[in-house]
């Protein structure tokens, strides 16, 4: 766990390293008068220092300050499946339309944890789906997009 | 109409405290993106609503679950459920329910009184003091923050790059746009919010799946008897004055204030070793610190236009959305808008009082209701709520980076809510500096003439170098 500390702290240095690079684009300006680049800059250099004694910190300690139980493969599985799904969500709502993406959300959303029988889930996903779309699209007024239905 | 949005926000409040999950921060990002089309009483009474209504339904958790709904409900679970286990389960509702609201009432009350005293003395500070209580509210919530102080500031100092993400406040200028027009805009507080706060707990949550069980008593007598009313009602009164006083600071203030309150009642006891066993006082005094505090927690935004912790980040996040900018002239330019909001508190606090104590049967069903059903609706909520905003995907791609971002940093004690507070508070600190060092001609100096400044910047140094000492005293 203590690695962990030193990848966040070593890593976090890379990021203020790659905002002081892409503030080399943006006018400085003077203490005078301050310009667009006069705050990232300012910060980046703030960020490094801070991320610089993170790492020393990290090192000095034997162990972590700060530990949380470690994540067993299901549990990752279950994450990567989650998110993968979610990303699944954005990219094909526009074009299935809300409806469909959602049924097919929540399938794969209950199926990712626990597995329950698929009757089960093709109700939940369908009343899912059909109030959520009352709710957002009627009582809420929210623009959702129809996609190959129409609807 | 606005009574109907009080009470529909106060019931998802309470929902949202009730179920472990989802807080406040979560919930209010969601429903941001819905107040778009509604008039903007309607949308801040609503959403505070949502914040004190959780106020209430974390304790609902808390005495019957030994699980806090929300942050603030932590030290509920001491007693609380010791009572419970006791078959006290109803005394300790009720006075939590009864505490909650004349805490409550208190809290409005004075931020009736104080936000405009404070707002007509903010009409004096300049650019100058406004970076120095930036500074200052950044420097305090890093200080308080529960997990280690250098990574609190490095989260915060990370949310103020966010910030500058888009256009340059002063010059109109693109940063870190990288010619996308999702970025022009900069990263929107709804999905960074709901990505920090709601993605990143439900993934956390995904890690191992438990059932709670959910302490089977029947809870009979809700109202609290002569002798519990004779035990609380001091620390119902402490609990208001120190919870107000303490949700007007930076930081988690209803959080602070429940841990005070219960210290301090434990202290002031005569039996302090019957702590942590269902003393009636350790329930009575943190749950009215609590609810007194998120009134307390306005009174920074509405008066001076600073937000002091993540949600009161989010609630000016809804006023800017509506062209109001909250600070000293917004009593003065929006009175309707400011004591309607107040009424909706009083009104607010009495609507939970009837909401908590019947409904008490159908949360605890709710609170039966396996995770496997309930993460994939929090989910769904979260998506189109941000999709809502602009019917933009990038927006759900950015809510899911900075829920991914969230999960792994929390994993190694980098906190959340110092990050969104300081991408609220990012613009006004940058143009603040800005126009100071165009005053004083690239002088630092300024900030130690100015009298208010100066005791800021003081405490901004005292905030940072105090943990340092405290650890050298300590070693000696």
Known sequence: ?151 | MNLLFCFIGALVGTLVGVLPGLGPVGAVAFLLSITFKMEPASAIIMLAGIYYGAMYGGSTTSILVNIPGETASVVTCLDGYRMARQGRAGAALGISAFGSFIAGTFGVVGLMFLAPLLGRAALSFGPAEYFALTLAGLTLVAYLSQGSMLKALIMATLGLLAGTVGMDPISGEERFTYATLTLRDGFGLVPVAMGLFGIAEVLENLVVIGTQSVYETKIQGLLPNRQDWRDSAAPIARGSVVGFFLGILPGPGPVIASFVSYAMEKRLSPTPEKFGTGMIEGVAGPEAANNAATAGSFIPLLSLGIPTSAIMALFMGALMIHGIQPGPLFIAKYPELFWGFIASMYVGNAMLLVLNLPLIGIWVRLLKTPYVILFPLILLFCLIGVYSLNSNVAEIVIMLAFGVIGFFLRRVGFEGAPFILAMVLGPIMETSLRQTLLISRGSFYIFLTRPICAVLIGLTVAFLIWPTFRRKSKSD
């Open chain 1, 1 to 151: 766990m203590k690695r962990l500390d030193l990848i966040a702290a070593a890593g976090l240095a890379g990021l203020a390293g790659y905002i002081l690079f892409e503030s080399r684009k943006l006018a400085f300006g003077s203490l005078r008068v301050p310009q667009t680049g006069f705050f990232p800059r300012a910060l980046g250099i703030l960020l490094v220092l801070l991320a610089l004694g993170e790492l020393l910190r990290a090192l000095r300690h034997s162990e972590p300050v700060f530990s949380m139980e470690k994540i067993a493969g299901e549990g990752w599985i279950r994450i990567g499946a989650t998110l993968a799904t979610m990303l699944g969500f954005a990219l094909v709502l526009e074009w299935l339309g809300f409806l469909l993406a959602t049924f097919l959300l929540m399938v794969l959303l209950l199926r990712a944890i626990e597995a329950p029988r698929w009757p089960k889930v093709f109700v939940v996903a369908l009343v899912t789906a059909l109030l959520s779309y009352g709710l957002f699209a009627y009582l809420l007024g929210v623009p959702l997009p129809a996609g190959i239905l129409g609807i």
